[in-house]
């Protein structure tokens, strides 16, 4: 069933004024763009915890100071992102700024430390209140707060791998429909045993590598990171004088009932969620210059987003596509937004990231897949977003005019 966009009477622009980002490829913009601009690969053996048991074995990790001993690396991770996008923007403590963060699973290894000290030494506690504490899913985002001296509405939306493109779309609506002037917004999620080992029992992860749309992928790889927006009404940002990287014009949602963790083979609620992103930022499909593709290398999603982006477009076959998945691996509520911000750094900087791991293009591919480093200018481009249950989101970002 396809979600009705909201659509009120005076509809703002929305304009990204900050974006902040962490991934396997390093900390920061720019050393991310360079990284996707190139088609840098990311993986290495995973060193977080034991994988000994696991069919697979890499993964793309941050390197995070301090450590693998750190607990809370999701937050860590959170708040590095967060620094970033803040400044940028040159944003103020607020008494009222809107948060809306995706995650799938938030503190999930401060629960995971608590069980394991609770299992080996039951009759030791230090340490567990703290992290009983930390673990709530609300935690992550009052620190966020504390440490930006902001307050407001908190929302997190914990909807599988479409929870950081669908908080972005949460926000997108807030500003546009003149409910808040600025939000907040983006995803993370730091790897855990807990998740990979079940990914892996799916046999969902690949024990190869990461090869999106490839005749012969084998599975998914998983990564860890996070992004943050500064969403703001055009006309404010414009006031301010600061610096505009692009506007966010596009949102669409759509739930796909066929199973809980396989898509429709047609690709129906992809197509739909596509089709409602065009329509929300008032363009046609063949408007479209670029596509971050959700792209796992998973044999179901890879080709049923196929068919759905051919049946978006009709002909696509000049259409740049392709999925940074192949870089920094699957970032679960962390996707959609670092996915955003590479979708981003392609509109200001001028060009298509790569998949650079796909040998040979599946034939139900009718699009132009990007396995190259590529110069462009795209003027606007749309970024997917599909996750187990049913989940399908995207966004529509264009060059700021």
């Not at 993370?188 to 690949?206: K, P, T, W």
């Not at 477009?313 to 998945?325: D, E, I, M, Q």
Request: charged share 15%; proline share 5%; hydrophobic share 40%.
């Amino acid at each position: 069933m396809l979600f009705p966009v909201i659509k009120p009477v005076s509809q703002a622009r929305v304009a990204i004024t900050g974006a902040g980002l962490v991934s396997a490829l390093g900390i920061g913009w720019r050393a991310n763009a360079e990284g996707f601009r190139t088609g840098r690969v990311a993986f290495g053996p995973v060193t977080l915890f034991d994988v000994s048991r696991q069919r697979a074995k890499m993964a793309a990790e941050v390197r995070l100071a301090g450590g693998a001993e750190d607990e809370d690396r999701a937050s860590q991770l959170l708040m590095l992102a967060t620094k970033e996008a803040w400044t940028q923007a040159r944003w103020n403590p607020s008494d009222n700024l809107s948060l809306v963060l995706g995650t799938t699973s938030g503190g999930m290894s401060l629960g995971e430390a608590f069980y394991r000290q609770a299992i080996t030494t039951p009759g030791q506690r230090r340490g567990q209140p703290t992290r009983v504490l930390h673990y709530q899913p609300q935690r992550q985002a009052l620190d966020l707060a504390q440490e930006f001296g902001f307050a407001g509405p908190i929302t997190i939306i914990a909807n599988a791998c479409a929870s950081g493109a669908n908080a972005i779309g949460h926000a997108f609506e807030l500003v546009r429909s003149g409910r808040a002037e600025r939000v907040l917004t983006g995803g993370y999620d730091a790897l855990s045993h807990l998740v990979f080992a079940g990914f892996d029992s799916l046999q969902a992860l690949s024990t190869t590598q990461c090869r999106p749309f490839d005749a012969a992928r084998d599975g998914l790889s998983l990564g860890e990171g996070a992004a943050m927006l500064c969403l703001e009404n055009l006309e404010h940002a414009r006031g301010r004088g600061v610096k505009i990287l692009g506007e966010l014009a596009g949102y669409g949602a759509a739930s796909d009932p066929h199973h809980l963790t396989q898509p429709d083979p047609e690709g129906s609620a992809a197509f739909q969620a596509m089709s409602a992103a065009c329509e929300s930022a008032g363009i046609a499909p063949q408007q479209i210059d670029y596509i971050n593709a959700h792209g796992t290398g998973t044999p179901l999603n890879d080709s049923a987003e196929a068919l759905a982006i051919t049946r978006l477009l009709g002909n696509a076959s000049r259409l740049p596509v392709s999925s940074t998945k192949a870089s920094v691996g699957h970032l679960l509520g962390a996707a959609g937004a670092i996915e955003a911000v590479v979708c981003l750094m392609a509109i200001s900087e001028g060009w298509l990231p790569p998949t650079a791991t796909t040998r040979a293009t599946d034939a139900l591919c009718g699009f132009a897949l990007v396995r190259e480093p590529t110069r462009a200018e795209p003027q606007c481009v749309l970024s997917n977003s599909f996750g187990f249950g049913g989940a399908n989101a995207a966004l529509v970002l264009r060059r700021c005019q």
